[in-house]
Antibody, heavy 122, light 108 residues
């Protein structure tokens, strides 16, 4: 059974940094691209970032480019999202999700974690 | 960036009846469209990909259709557990992957 478990969320001041983790199990982690999607309170879903299975190729939404960095440690079956220069509008539940292939390409997302809440506030 | 627009924003349907949800893309996404279901406090769940292929374990009462810019999710006979928010997502042009704003399916 595929399991994804996010952690690392919390309260941070504007301009601060936070690192999210997503621990994966139940599948061959290296063989699948992974993404981060966020959901602001009461709002819809927004794709944030994606990483190919090898971690070589990474992609970002314009709203976070230059501030967020996605990475993965395949030996630990873990995906990360390093967030810096955080803004109030980054407040959201952050989900990691598994793509259908190893490449970030025309993907749908077949398994999701339960999410971790990031609150950016002074 | 492709903009996905869902309608209606809220749909009220009685249990046992049929529900039809719509999703429109601002430009063609071919058949590269997915549907997700999200219940309060839960993560999204993949229902449909490739516009019409049901994901593993999804009941046959869920069906998807369409191509190009117009898509439909149909739930043939609503069960109590189907009342939720439904999102479409294009998986043709990336980055970014884009989602619709959601349709809330509520009990009439």
């Amino acid at each position: 059974e595929v399991q994804l478990l996010e952690s690392g969320g919390g309260l941070v001041q504007p301009g601060g940094s936070l690192r999210l983790s997503c621990a994966a199990s139940g599948f061959n982690f290296t063989n699948y691209a992974m993404i981060w999607v966020r959901q602001a309170p009461g709002k819809g879903l927004e794709w944030v970032s994606g990483s190919s299975g090898s971690g070589t190729n990474t992609y970002y939404a314009g709203s976070v480019k230059g501030r967020f960095t996605v990475s993965r440690e395949n030996s630990k079956n873990t995906l990360y999202l390093q967030m810096s220069s955080l803004r109030v509008e980054d407040t959201a539940v952050y989900y990691c999700a598994k793509a259908d292939t190893s490449m970030v390409r025309k993907n749908w997302f077949d398994s999701w974690g339960q999410g971790t809440l990031v609150t950016v506030s002074s | 960036e492709i903009v996905m627009t869902q309608s209606p924003a809220t749909l009220s349907v009685s249990p046992g009846e049929r529900a039809t949800l719509s999703c429109r893309a601002s430009q063609s996404v071919n058949s590269n469209l997915a549907w997700y279901q999200q219940k309060p406090g839960q993560a999204p769940r993949l229902l449909i990909y490739g516009a019409s292929t049901r994901a593993t374990g999804i009941p046959a009462r869920f069906s998807g259709s369409g191509s190009g810019t117009e898509f439909t999710l149909t739930i043939s006979s609503l069960q109590s557990e189907d009342f939720a928010i439904y999102y479409c997502q294009q998986h043709n042009n990336w980055p970014p992957y884009t989602f619709g704003q959601g349709t809330k399916l509520e009990i009439k």
